[in-house]
Nanobody, 122 residues
Framework: QVQLVESGGGLVQAGGSLRLSCAASGLAFSTYVMAWFRQAPGKEREFVAAIRWSAPVYAASVKDRFTISRDNGKNAVFLEMNSLKPEDTALYYC?????????????????WGQGTQVTVSS
């Protein structure tokens, strides 16, 4: 049974930083593309970042502010978020896909966590 469990969300002021973590179990972690998505109230879920081995992919809205990384020894993926803005407020989801491509579509991903809330105040 695959489980993805996110943590690290919270309330932060604009300009601040947060580090999200996602602990994975029940899958051959190193073979999966791992990604972060987010969903703000009333909006569709959107791609944030994805990583497999190297050269991660980022959404334009977070590039140069967010950094995705993974630790295959710990079956974990992380999202370091800096220079946070109120528009980054959303429920952040960890997702996994067995693929050789870094997909940005929600429908491409096989497994999802329950999400961790990030709220950025102005």
């Amino acid at each position: 049974q695959v489980q993805l469990v996110e943590s690290g969300g919270g309330l932060v002021q604009a300009g601040g930083s947060l580090r999200l973590s996602c602990a994975a179990s029940g899958l051959a972690f190193s073979t999966y593309v791992m990604a972060w998505f987010r969903q703000a109230p009333g909006k569709e879920r959107e791609f944030v970042a994805a990583i497999r081995w190297s050269a991660p992919v980022y959404a334009a809205s977070v590039k140069d502010r967010f950094t995705i990384s993974r630790d295959n020894g710990k079956n974990a993926v992380f999202l370091e978020m800096n220079s946070l803005k109120p528009e980054d407020t959303a429920l952040y989801y960890c997702a996994a896909e067995l693929s050789t491509l870094l997909n940005t579509r929600v429908a491409s991903y096989d497994y999802w966590g329950q999400g961790t809330q990030v709220t950025v105040s102005s």
